[in-house]
């Protein structure tokens, strides 16, 4: 029995055998439901970004012209009859197109959710490395598995969105410039100039993992050495240049530009009561840290270890982040998804001080950290589980009937409230709501019209002009070119 005891003591010990249970486990949560169709939840930012791919791998990779199936001009203010998508540099574009054109054997979505697990997975890896370095073996242990298990990040670590491969570039960057410090290779220092450069050209918001690093350039060198130095001048400019290089790029073609002015305070919310209650009280308190994740969160916030404030620093970037991008934080949960490493570390270093509290008192502080963390886990998934739900299924089955009678080249209106995740599922181009008069819509091509709103005036109207192919109880398809006898 005592070997047996021996064998588990040394089992725990053994930081390398625990993180590849917790990458394991982190692996096995995301299967949940993997191979769901895109209708669950933000399904439409999600159907865009596959859209992006199922052209990719139905016509070719253009890395320079990426398009998706929406040609309206809902989210730019002009009509954009190419499709073209110019928002991140197609990364996790590409590599999903290769992977799904490769190897047959999931389905294209499967793919794209499996692209940001591994992501995931990298990102969870990379967070050990970093809290290890800040906070010691075990606080490297802790980050990574927060970052794995809130159930928050499991959702949103395994949708068809770019945000998970763009955090990972990110933290590679901030490993790789921590790696740096303590060899002073040049190599090292433009390898996490070229990883920063990557996370933005994907996701420009990662700008903002820049402050850790900058914070940890000015402690080592100071500002006036940074300056001075041509190799970190150098590095600036791997990081900088290919995203100011790619909006350039981008700015030729602006009926491909969805609206982004909107995002960093369109409704004048920041630092409204407003905002504070959806940002800290919602998001992060509620959604996020399940409200019990406060207690850990909070002795962290007030803990440093040893001389260094990189985890409040970290924070203070994603709190920068949250307050510049206000409007769409506070819209959108799923801009969330970048604050999560440095949450994920406050929350290691939180737990560690209540574990390590005064020795007369040790027990019952250890006692309520594991019932917080616990409640905070079981709060935070049961709203999560809320977002793996399909709504709206008939959107699904309205799709394959069109995919049945349409021809591919047939342009489509698929009425969804501007929502594209019912026109991804047409596998067509079109319109995800009428902006326009219906016959200047068929004058730019539009052949279908599906919907499965069918007491909605416009679908009453066209029903009366032209000729209904199919109609169910869900959905109702009407041939705009035959009018109706």
């Known amino acids: 029995m005592s070997k047996i005891v021996g064998q588990l003591e040394r089992l725990v010990k053994n930081e390398y055998i625990l993180i590849s249970i917790i990458l394991f486990f982190a692996f096995v949560t995301r299967l949940y439901k993997v191979n769901s169709p895109i209708a669950d939840w933000h399904s439409w930012r999600q159907a865009d970004t596959a859209s992006v791919t199922k052209i990719y791998v139905e016509e070719g990779i253009d890395l320079l012209r990426p398009r998706y199936h929406d040609i309206s001009s809902i989210q730019t203010g002009i009509f954009n009859p190419k499709g073209l998508r110019l928002v991140e540099f197609p990364i996790y574009n590409v590599v999903h197109a290769l992977l799904a054109i490769n190897f047959t054997n999931f389905s294209l979505e499967v793919w794209g959710r499996l692209v940001s697990i591994i992501s995931s997975l990298i990102s969870t890896y990379l967070l050990y490395l970093i809290g290890k370095k800040f906070m010691g073996k075990w606080g490297?242990?802790?980050?990574?598995?927060f970052f794995a298990f809130l159930p928050f990040n499991?959702?949103?670590?395994?949708?068809?969105?770019?945000?998970?491969?763009?955090?990972?570039?990110a933290l590679l960057s901030v490993w790789l410039f921590v790696k740096y410090l303590d060899k002073e290779k040049s190599l090292i220092l433009y390898m996490s100039a070229i990883s920063f450069a990557l996370a933005m050209m994907i996701k420009p918001f990662l700008f903002f993992y820049g402050v850790p690093i900058f914070y940890l350039a000015v402690r080592r060198y100071g500002i006036r050495n940074l300056i001075r130095d041509k190799k970190f001048l150098l590095a600036v400019d791997l990081a900088l240049v290919p995203f100011f290089i790619w909006r350039t790029w981008i700015n030729k073609y602006p009926a491909g530009i969805p609206f982004w002015q909107w995002a960093f305070n369109g409704d004048k919310i920041r630092f409204r009561p407003s905002f504070w209650r959806w940002i800290f009280g919602e998001r992060l308190g509620h959604l996020i840290l399940g409200s019990w994740g406060l207690i850990p969160f909070s002795f962290g916030f007030l803990k440093s270890k040893g001389k260094t404030y990189f985890s409040h620093v970290f924070l203070l970037g994603m709190f920068l982040y949250v307050a510049i991008i206000a409007t769409a934080n506070v819209r959108h949960d799923y801009y969330q998804i970048i604050t999560i490493p440095a949450i994920a570390l406050m929350l290691a270093q939180g737990t560690l001080s209540l574990w390590n509290f005064s020795l007369s008192q040790r027990w019952l502080a250890r006692g309520f950290l594991i019932f917080s963390i616990g409640m905070m886990l079981l709060v935070g998934a049961t709203q999560v589980r809320e977002f793996y739900k399909i709504n709206h299924p008939e959107i699904i089955r309205a799709g394959a009937a069109i995919d049945r009678i349409a021809p591919k080249e047939a342009k489509i209106i698929a009425p969804y409230n501007g929502d594209?995740?019912?026109?991804?599922?047409?596998?067509?181009?079109?319109?995800?709501?009428?902006?326009?008069?219906?016959?200047?819509?068929?004058?730019?091509?539009?052949?279908?019209?599906?919907?499965?709103?069918?007491?909605?005036?416009?679908?009453?109207?066209?029903?009366?002009r032209f000729s209904v192919i199919e109609e169910t109880s869900e959905y109702i398809i009407i041939k705009l070119r035959e009018k109706q006898k």
């Open 140 to 145: 490297g242990i802790i980050s990574a598995c």
């Open 154 to 169: 499991i959702y949103f670590s395994r949708v068809v969105l770019p945000e998970p491969m763009a955090v990972s570039f």
């Open 420 to 464: 594209t995740a019912f026109l991804y599922q047409t596998g067509r181009s079109g319109w995800p709501a009428i902006d326009d008069s219906i016959d200047n819509l068929i004058k730019r091509g539009a052949t279908f019209y599906v919907s499965v709103d069918l007491k909605h005036p416009d679908t009453q109207m066209l029903k009366e």
